[in-house]
């Protein structure tokens, strides 16, 4: 059975930071490309980041670079997104998936509250 599962998300001030953590299990996590998308209300989704399989290869978002970091920990099945500086234009549903050729997982999402 697959599962991915994000975890997390908060209420943070601006300027603060947060780590959220995916777990994933029921496939190959180390061959899947994992991503983290976000979902603010009444936008469209949009890609944060993604990291290769080996995690050697990373892409971010315009919006995001120098403030976030995507690692994974193959070993743990598991991948993450250190958020730092945060805004409150970060506010969202923030997503795992995992996809390799044409299988993609996706998880139920973690909300990500940037206020004061």
């Known amino acids: 059975q697959v599962q991915v599962e994000e975890s997390g998300g908060d209420l943070v001030q601006p300027g603060g930071s947060l780590r959220l953590s995916c777990a994933a299990s029921g496939f190959t996590f180390s061959s899947y490309t994992m991503t983290w998308y976000r979902q603010a209300p009444g936008k469209e989704r949009e890609l944060v980041a993604t990291?290769?399989?080996?995690?050697?290869?990373?892409n971010y978002a315009d919006s995001v670079k120098g403030r976030f970091t995507i690692s994974r920990d193959n070993a743990k099945n598991s991948v993450y997104l250190q958020m730092n500086s945060l805004k409150p234009e970060d506010t969202a549903v923030y997503y795992c998936?995992?996809?390799?050729?044409?299988?993609?997982?996706w998880g139920q999402g973690t909300q990500v509250t940037v206020s004061s």
């Open positions: 998936i995992a996809r390799r050729g044409p299988r993609t997982y």
């Open positions: 990291a290769t399989s080996t995690g050697g290869s990373t």
